[in-house]
C-alpha cells in the first residue's frame, strides 16, 4: 500500500524508513492520505471519506499507530479508534549473558517489533558481555559486545522513539565475570564481589563508564538482586560476620559516588531489601513504617520490584505498597517465562503478568518492563517471547484487556496465530503438571537430555502416557507450522523436539522393563527405537542450530553442541550396553540392577516433573567436577 503522510512527520521521519519496510508499506506523495498530528492525550487512530489521521503524543506512540491504522484499514475502511498509554514506560530487558548473546541485527529486529506494538525502552541485561577495555577477560570468549555495537544499538533505537537502559551487575551474578585470576583480590564468594574492597570500586567505575558510554540515557540498572551469600565469603574471614542490609547499603553508597560523578541516574533490584518490609522487621519503626535512621543511610536509588511467580493480585499491590515505604513508587518487573528450558512458559506468564498489571494500574505503578531471561543456556529461542510483548503491549495502552484482542493484535504485529503459538507450553505443561504449569516443571528439558540407563525422572513420569502426549503436540505443531509460514523455521524446531520426545520420553522405562523380563526380542527391537532417537536428537540439534546463528553470536552454542552431543554419545553408550547383555557378553547390566527413586531435589514439588531447569543436575546423579 501507498501512503502520503502529511503534517508533524518530522519526529518520526528517522525511523519511517525502517517501519514503512517492516510494514510493507510506501510512502509517496501520490499515497493514500493520512493527517498526522503530534500532541498532547491519547493516540487516535481514523479514517472517514477517504483520509486517514493519526494523532500522537510521544514518537513510540506514533509508530504503534500507524501499525493500527494499517491493521483497521485492511478490516473496515472507515474507523474512528483512540488508546489511553498506562504507564510513562512500558518496556523489555533482554538477558545477553546466559550463553546467548543476539547480534546487533536481532536487536535490532526487536526494537522494530517493539516500536510496532508500542514499547519505549529496552534495557540489555549484561553481566559481563559487554567490553571494558582495562580488564581484558572480562567477558573474554563469551561474545561480549564492543563499543561500536552497544552505540549502533542505541542510535536505531533513537530513531524508532526508543530509550535503551545498560542493564549490569555490581555486586552479585558475577561469576562468569569474575572467574578469572585478575579479580581474585575482589571476590567474596566465586559469584559477589568483595565489600569495602578498594580494587572492587576501581573495578566498578571502569565497568560504569564503559557500558554506559554508548548510551544516549543517564539511566543505569546497576542489579545487586540475589547476593544471598552476601559477606559470607572471604568478607568474612577478613572482618567478620555483619549484616547483609548494612553491607548491601554501604556497598550502595559506594556505587552510587561513582555514578554520581558519572552523571547516571542508578536503579537496583529490590529483593535484598525485603527484609525491611517483614511485620516483625527491627528496621519499622512503632507505627510501621522503616526507621528514619536506616532510610537516610540509603542512598538516592530507583527500585524495581521484580515478581513472575504469583497469580494474586493482591500479592502484586500488598508488594507495591511495601515497596512506597521506601518514599518512591517501584518500577515493576516481570516475566515472559522464556527461561522455562526448551520451551516458553506460556500458562504461567499470562496468568502472572495480567494480575501483576492489573495491579500496577490500581497502584499507580508509572513505570514496568518484562523481562526475557534465559537461565541455564538460553536454550529457549527469545522470538518465542513476541506473544508475550503482544500481551504487555495491550496491557501498555489499555485498561482491560482480553486474550482475544491480544490475539488479534499478534496476528497483525507478529504475523502469527497466537493459538498455535500457545502449544509450544505443551511440550513442558504436560500430564502430570498443573494447570498453567505455575510450578514451573521444566519436562521437556529433563526428558531431553535425562540418560536412559540412569533413569533419574523414570518414576516421576510412571503411568503419565507422555509418548502418546508428545505424538499429539507434534501433530499440533505441524498442523501449526502451515498456518504460520513467517515462524516455519521456530515452528520446525519445537515440532522436531516433540518427535524426539515421542519415543524418548519412556524408553528408559521400556528399556528397564524389557530388561528385567529377560525379553531378549523386545531389547532388540528397543535397540532399533534408539537408533531413530539418535537420527531424530541430530537433526534437532541442526535446527536448533541453525535458530541460534539467525540470532546470537556464536558464542555460547559450544555449551549446546556439548549437551546434544552428550545426548547422543549416551545413547550410543546405552546401545553398546544392551548389546553385550543380548549377545551375552555380559550378564547383567548395572545401570538397570538399580531400582529407581523418584528424582528428589530442592527444586521438586509435588505437583509436576520440575527439574530445576539445572542441566547438570538432569544428566547425571554425579558430578562434572571434583
Request: with cysteine.
Amino acid at each position: 500500500m501507498e501512503l502520503f503522510l502529511k503534517g508533524d512527520t518530522e519526529n518520526v521521519a528517522a525511523g519511517l524508513e525502517y517501519m514503512a519496510k517492516r510494514l510493507k508499506v510506501q510512502l509517496s506523495a501520490n499515497g493514500y492520505p493520512i493527517k498526522v498530528k503530534q500532541q498532547k492525550g491519547p493516540l487516535r487512530v481514523a479514517n472517514k471519506s477517504g483520509v486517514g489521521e493519526i494523532s500522537f503524543e510521544k514518537p513510540i506512540h506514533f509508530f504503534r499507530a500507524l501499525g493500527l491504522w494499517l491493521e483497521n484499514y485492511q478490516k473496515s475502511k472507515e474507523f474512528d479508534k483512540q488508546e489511553t498509554p498506562q504507564f510513562t514506560m512500558s518496556g523489555v530487558m533482554l538477558d545477553a549473558s546466559r550463553n546467548a548473546v543476539p547480534t546487533v541485527n536481532e536487536v535490532k529486529k526487536l526494537l522494530e517489533h517493539m516500536a510496532l506494538i508500542g514499547l519505549d525502552t529496552l534495557m540489555l541485561y549484561t553481566e559481563d558481555t559487554y567490553e571494558v577495555k582495562e580488564y581484558p577477560y572480562f567477558g573474554y570468549m563469551r561474545g561480549r559486545y564492543t563499543h561500536k555495537e552497544l552505540k549502533e544499538c542505541d542510535q536505531y533505537a533513537e530513531k524508532l522513539g526508543i530509550d535503551m537502559i545498560p542493564c549490569i551487575q555490581t555486586l552479585g551474578h558475577m561469576r562468569e565475570g569474575i572467574k578469572w585470576n585478575y579479580a581474585s583480590a575482589m571476590k567474596d564468594t566465586d559469584d559477589i564481589l568483595l565489600v569495602d574492597e578498594p580494587k572492587t570500586y576501581e573495578f566498578l567505575e571502569n565497568c560504569l563508564k564503559a557500558v554506559s558510554e554508548p548510551f544516549r540515557t543517564n539511566r543505569i540498572h546497576i542489579g545487586m538482586d540475589e547476593t544471598f551469600q552476601l559477606g559470607l565469603g572471604k568478607y568474612l574471614e577478613k572482618h567478620g560476620y555483619e549484616h547483609h542490609i548494612d553491607l548491601m547499603t554501604r556497598h550502595l553508597k559506594q556505587v552510587v559516588g561513582i555514578t554520581n560523578k558519572l552523571g547516571l541516574k542508578p536503579m537496583i533490584w529490590s529483593d535484598m531489601y525485603f527484609p525491611l518490609f517483614a511485620d516483625n522487621s527491627p528496621y519499622l519503626d512503632e507505627d510501621g513504617n522503616i526507621r528514619k535512621d536506616i532510610l537516610r543511610n540509603i542512598p538516592d536509588v530507583e527500585y524495581v520490584y521484580w515478581n513472575y511467580y504469583r497469580k494474586e493480585q493482591e500479592v502484586y499491590e500488598k508488594d507495591f505498597q511495601k515497596h512506597k515505604l521506601l518514599g518512591t513508587k517501584p518500577i515493576f518487573a516481570g516475566g515472559a517465562w522464556t527461561w522455562n528450558g526448551l520451551a516458553p512458559n506460556y500458562g504461567k506468564a499470562i496468568v502472572t503478568t495480567n494480575a501483576a498489571l492489573a495491579a500496577c494500574k490500581k497502584e499507580g505503578i508509572d513505570e514496568i518492563f518484562v523481562t526475557l531471561w534465559g537461565d541455564n543456556g538460553a536454550e529457549t529461542p527469545i522470538s518465542t517471547a513476541y506473544p508475550l510483548l503482544q500481551l504487555f503491549a495491550e496491557h501498555t495502552y489499555r485498561n482491560g484487556v482480553t486474550m482475544d484482542e491480544v490475539a488479534e493484535r499478534f496476528a497483525f504485529c507478529g504475523e502469527g496465530n497466537f493459538e498455535d503459538f500457545m502449544h509450544f507450553k505443551l511440550l513442558d505443561e504436560t500430564p502430570g503438571v498443573m494447570e498453567d504449569n505455575l510450578n514451573s516443571s521444566m519436562t521437556s528439558k529433563v526428558l531431553l537430555y535425562q540418560d536412559i540407563l540412569i533413569g533419574l525422572y523414570d518414576e516421576n513420569i510412571r503411568g503419565l502416557s507422555l509418548g502418546k502426549h508428545y505424538q499429539r503436540v507434534w501433530e499440533m505443531l505441524n498442523k501449526g507450522k502451515q498456518k504460520n509460514p513467517s515462524w516455519e523455521a521456530l515452528f520446525n524446531f519445537y515440532e522436531q523436539l516433540a518427535a524426539v520426545l515421542a519415543d524418548k520420553a519412556e524408553i528408559g522405562i521400556q528399556v528397564k522393563a524389557a530388561y528385567e523380563q529377560k525379553d531378549y526380542e523386545e531389547m532388540k527391537a528397543l535397540l532399533l527405537i534408539l537408533d531413530k532417537i539418535s537420527a531424530n536428537v541430530d537433526l534437532l540439534r541442526q535446527k536448533h542450530r541453525s535458530l541460534w546463528f539467525q540470532a546470537n553470536k556464536p558464542f555460547g552454542w559450544e555449551v549446546m553442541d556439548v549437551r546434544y552431543g552428550g545426548v547422543l554419545a549416551r545413547i550410543a553408550s546405552t546401545k553398546f550396553r544392551l548389546q553385550e547383555w543380548i549377545n551375552g557378553t555380559i550378564s547383567f547390566i548395572d545401570e538397570l540392577e538399580e531400582v529407581r527413586l523418584k528424582h528428589e531435589g530442592p527444586w521438586e514439588m509435588a505437583d509436576g516433573i520440575v527439574g530445576g531447569n539445572v542441566y547438570h543436575r538432569i544428566v547425571t546423579a554425579g558430578s562434572f567436577s571434583i
